[in-house]
């Protein structure tokens, strides 16, 4: 599939919210064409003006636009993190050491609360590690196409400059999903097999009003595709996906179980 393709049925994927925070890839490409079609001068360079300082500012604007959502984000998930390991640790010690039969039966309605958190958070946490990689992948893609259909030599510079971007460097995020993974090990107990933690998933997987799993699933697919290992591989590319007991794994096996329909 072509990129500017991937991109848009990836944002159609995304959260309604975040649909105007991916890269303006069509917008990008019409400029990199009317900077090609400049006649060139007798020494054989292309007199460039206007259409190249709208693509050179409108990717500056762009990096600016994600490095403002995705650090937004990111700290929200921080809150939001230490907010659910508080609330499972409050209805541990309120609920689950009782004994009685209604605190046990307070006890298991709250957990489905945090367990309906949980997989919601997950699922926009991957989904923000999707949003970095195919932005970046987009800037890499149109700027080798700039060079190429130019004969600048814009692409070495501007990647460099996005490597030290924050909405590139996805440390954090990543630690986070491994930490929420933990937790939903602890919320879903262990003697549960995967069709009944499905069938409880397929309940808790709303965010507001629109379902997150699918848009969870096509994320992590992308991811997969585009930092799968392959013989055109170069130092643009982003590195291999290794996530070999991940829980995003098992997303995919539960979204085999649960009806997307």
Not at 56 to 75: A, G, R
Not at 176 to 203: G, N, Q, W
Request: aromatic letters at 8%; charged letters at 30%; a neutral charge.
């Amino acid at each position: 599939m072509k990129f500017g393709k991937r991109l848009k049925k990836q944002i159609v994927e995304s959260l309604p919210e975040w649909r105007d925070q991916f890269l303006s890839y069509k917008e990008l490409k019409k400029l990199v064409r009317l900077i090609s079609a400049a006649p060139p001068l007798p020494d054989g360079v292309r007199e460039y003006g206007k259409a190249e300082a709208d693509f050179v500012y409108l990717l500056n604007n762009e990096i600016d636009k994600f490095n403002n959502f995705f650090v937004e984000q990111e700290e929200d998930f921080v809150i939001r993190h230490e907010a659910l390991e508080e609330k499972m640790k409050e209805v541990r010690e309120r609920w689950g050491a009782n004994g009685s039969e209604a605190s046990e039966t307070k006890y298991k309605e709250e957990m489905a609360k945090i367990r309906k958190d949980m997989v919601d958070f997950h699922g926009e946490m991957v989904l923000l590690v999707n949003y970095s990689s195919i932005n970046y992948t987009g800037l890499a893609k149109i700027l080798k196409k700039y060079d190429k259909r130019t004969g600048g030599l814009l692409r070495l510079p501007f990647i460099q400059k996005v490597l030290e971007q924050p909405f590139y460097a996805t440390d954090q995020i990543s630690k986070l999903v491994r930490k929420c993974e933990s937790m939903i090990d602890v919320v879903f107990p262990a003697e549960e097999d995967l069709a009944e933690r499905a069938r409880e998933a397929r309940d808790a997987i709303v965010v507001a009003g629109e379902g997150i799993f699918r848009n969870t699933v096509a994320a992590l697919h992308t991811i997969q595709e585009i930092r799968a290992g392959s013989s055109t591989r170069s130092p643009f590319s982003l590195p291999p996906l290794n996530l070999p007991e991940s829980q995003l794994i098992q997303t995919i096996q539960l979204n085999s179980i649960i009806p997307t329909n």
